[in-house]
């Protein structure tokens, strides 16, 4: 009876090979590779993408990436503690926030961002429409982030702000000296794995408008395959994101396999 199961289980990873291998060598000869090379990889349109693409586009997409992590942050840690309060009222704004951001598509907070503040209420955001989307997204990575850190706050034992009370620290020293330190240890991983969502969520700023100087990697070769016709610049585009984001999703593997360990 083991060696038929045995058998069988060698007969199904050998169909699931060929049919793999089939596979690929159909699509290789059915592919037209001379149509695909000059729709996509043209050398002569690639170097006119550079150096804007590196220097304008890659570096906005990590400066709005930067900015709506900080901001998301900053404004997460104090929904998460608001979720945490003994006030009713705090719990159900944060309860509330939390749930709206989260349910609304991200597209749609950072479109009304972008013209609902300037426009419906005559608020002037630093930075234009940009500086506006920047705004709702940050407001839609604080709601995510705050459940994070709600979740590595209440993971910290119960033991270490008894212990800290007893040493005569008050409540708010101790969320933010003893609580909130080990809270982030935690949950760094996830935390690294919401920066590279938000990576590549800033293409969702092209709903805001740009210049020249303000284009993200997305919006810059979006314009760039218009003028040329040619898919070259797309392929530029999801290369850079690759470069930024593998070593960042490796990270954050690295990240959990110690934390794992020290379980």
């Given at each position: 009876?083991?060696?038929?199961?045995?058998?069988?289980?060698?007969?199904?990873?050998?169909?699931?090979?060929?049919?793999?291998?089939?596979?690929?060598?159909?699509?290789v000869?059915?592919?037209?590779?001379?149509?695909?090379?000059?729709?996509?990889?043209?050398?002569?349109i690639a170097?006119?993408?550079?150096?804007?693409?590196?220097?304008?586009?890659?570096?906005?997409?990590?400066?709005?990436?930067?900015?709506?992590?900080?901001?998301?942050?900053?404004?997460g840690?104090?929904?998460?503690?608001?979720?945490?309060?003994?006030?009713?009222?705090?719990?159900?704004?944060?309860?509330?926030?939390?749930?709206f951001?989260?349910?609304?598509?991200?597209?749609?907070?950072?479109?009304?961002?972008?013209?609902?503040?300037?426009?419906?209420?005559?608020i002037?955001v630093?930075?234009?429409?940009?500086?506006?989307?920047?705004?709702?997204?940050?407001?839609?990575?604080?709601?995510?982030?705050?459940?994070?850190?709600?979740?590595?706050?209440?993971?910290?034992?119960?033991?270490?702000?008894?212990?800290?009370r007893?040493?005569?620290?008050?409540?708010?020293?101790?969320?933010?000296?003893?609580?909130l330190?080990?809270?982030?240890?935690?949950?760094?991983?996830?935390?690294t794995n919401?920066?590279?969502?938000?990576l590549?969520?800033?293409?969702?700023?092209?709903?805001?408008?740009?210049t020249?100087?303000?284009?993200?990697?997305?919006?810059?070769?979006?314009?760039?395959?218009?003028?040329?016709?040619?898919?070259?610049p797309?392929?530029?585009?999801?290369?850079?994101?690759?470069i930024?984001?593998?070593?960042?999703?490796?990270?954050?593997?690295?990240?959990?396999?110690?934390?794992?360990r020290?379980r």
């Open positions: 009876m083991s060696m038929r199961r045995t058998t069988k289980r060698r007969l199904t990873r050998g169909v699931l090979y060929a049919v793999f291998v089939a596979v690929v060598v159909f699509v000869l059915a592919t037209d590779w001379a149509r695909v090379v000059n729709q996509f990889f043209r050398i002569d170097r006119e993408q550079l150096p804007q693409i590196i220097t304008i586009a890659l570096k906005n997409t990590i400066l709005f990436t930067v900015i709506s992590f900080v901001g998301g942050v900053v404004l840690i104090v929904m998460a503690l608001m979720k945490l309060s003994s006030v009713a009222p705090y719990r159900w704004f944060a309860t509330a926030y939390v749930e951001f989260r349910g609304v598509p991200a597209l749609l907070t950072i479109f009304a961002m972008a013209y609902m503040l300037p426009i419906a209420l005559g002037q630093p930075g234009g429409q940009v500086g506006a989307g920047l705004v709702g997204l940050i407001l839609v990575a604080s709601a995510y982030m705050a459940e994070v850190i709600r979740a590595g706050i209440q993971a910290v034992p119960k033991g270490q702000s008894e212990a800290a007893s040493l005569g620290m008050s409540p708010t020293r101790t969320m933010f000296w003893v609580i330190p080990q809270g982030f240890r935690i949950i760094i991983p996830p935390m919401e920066f590279v969502l938000l590549k969520d800033t293409s969702l700023l092209f709903i805001a408008g740009s020249v100087f303000t284009k993200e990697l997305t919006t810059f070769s979006r314009d760039a395959l218009t003028t040329t016709a040619n898919g070259t797309l392929i530029m585009a999801a290369m850079l994101y690759l930024v984001t593998i070593p960042l999703t490796r990270l954050v593997a690295v990240l959990e396999r110690k934390m794992a020290q």
